[in-house]
T-cell receptor, first 114, second 118 residues
Framework: AQTVTQSQPEMSVQEAETVTLSCTYD???????LFWYKQPPSRQMILVIR??????QNATENRFSVNFQKAAKSFSLKISDSQLGDTAMYFC???????????FGKGTKLTVNP | GAVVSQHPSWVICKSGTSVKIECRSL??????MFWYRQFPKQSLMLMAT?????????EQGVEKDKFLINHASLTLSTLTVTSAHPEDSSFYIC??????????????FGPGTRLLVL
C-alpha cells in the first residue's frame, strides 16, 4: 500500500519570503500522479499543483513549484513571494495511475506572517 | 473550470433524523465522485467512491446502510446520513473526477458540509 508522509506538522514564513513544504511517499508503482492541495480556513480543498510521474520536468503554477525527485520519492512544494492568503493546511497526495483513490498525507499547517 | 458545489454548507439536525447532502459538478461531467469525512485538524478520510449508475464502493469500516450514496447522473451525487446520531457530526466533503480531457485523473473538491447532530 502507498503511504504519504509530511514530516512538518506546522511551518511559518514571513510575507514575501519563500517556503518549502516537504512530502515523501512510498510506492512500488512507476506510473502515478502527485498533487498538492491547499485547505484554507474556509475548508475548501483547492488544487495547487499536479505532477505526472513520467514527466521529468517539475510542474509550476505561478508562485508555486515542485521539486520532484522520483528516485528519492520526494515531492516538495515551494511557495515563492508568500502572501497572507497562502495561510492554509497543505496536503500532499498520491494516486496510482488507473486507480481512483487519492492517498493523503497528514498535512502541514502553513502560517504566513505579515 | 472544474467547479464542484455542495449543498447545504451547514446543517443542524436532531438525533434520529436523516440528512441529505448534494454534490454537483457544475462545468464538467464526473464519471466518479467521492465522499470524504474530515475530523478537526486531521486529513481527509475516504468514505466511499460512487460511479454514475452503479452502486457505491464503501471503504472498510463505513456502514453502507448508514451512509447511503446515490450517483444518479454524471453531475450529481448525494450522500444521505440515515438516523443521524451525535457521533456522525463532522465535516463531509465530496469530490469529482472528470470523465475525460485535461481534467482527467484529478479530483476537484466541493466546499464541504458541516453536520451537527444534536
Amino acid at each position: 500500500a502507498q503511504t504519504v508522509t509530511q514530516s512538518q506538522p506546522e511551518m511559518s514564513v514571513q510575507e514575501a519570503e519563500t517556503v518549502t513544504l516537504s512530502c515523501t511517499y512510498d510506492t512500488s508503482e512507476s506510473n502515478y500522479y502527485l498533487f498538492w492541495y491547499k485547505q484554507p480556513p474556509s475548508r475548501q480543498m483547492i488544487l495547487v499543483i499536479r505532477q505526472e510521474a513520467y514527466k521529468q520536468q517539475n510542474a509550476t503554477e505561478n508562485r508555486f513549484s515542485v521539486n520532484f525527485q522520483k528516485a528519492a520519492k520526494s515531492f516538495s512544494l515551494k511557495i515563492s513571494d508568500s502572501q497572507l492568503g497562502d495561510t492554509a493546511m497543505y496536503f500532499c497526495a498520491f494516486m496510482k495511475r488507473g486507480s481512483e483513490k487519492l492517498v493523503f498525507g497528514k498535512g502541514t499547517k502553513l502560517t504566513v506572517n505579515p | 473550470g472544474a467547479v464542484v458545489s455542495q449543498h447545504p454548507s451547514w446543517v443542524i439536525c436532531k438525533s434520529g433524523t436523516s440528512v441529505k447532502i448534494e454534490c454537483r459538478s457544475l462545468d464538467f461531467q464526473a464519471t466518479t465522485m467521492f465522499w470524504y469525512r474530515q475530523f478537526p485538524k486531521q486529513s481527509l478520510m475516504l468514505m466511499a467512491t460512487s460511479n454514475e449508475g452503479s452502486k457505491a464502493t464503501y471503504e472498510q469500516g463505513v456502514e453502507k446502510d448508514k451512509f447511503l450514496i446515490n450517483h444518479a447522473s454524471l453531475t450529481l451525487s448525494t450522500l444521505t446520513v440515515t438516523s443521524a446520531h451525535p457521533e456522525d457530526s463532522s465535516f463531509y466533503i465530496c469530490s469529482a473526477r472528470a470523465s475525460s480531457g485535461s481534467l482527467e485523473e484529478t479530483q476537484y473538491f466541493g466546499p464541504g458540509t458541516r453536520l451537527l447532530v444534536l
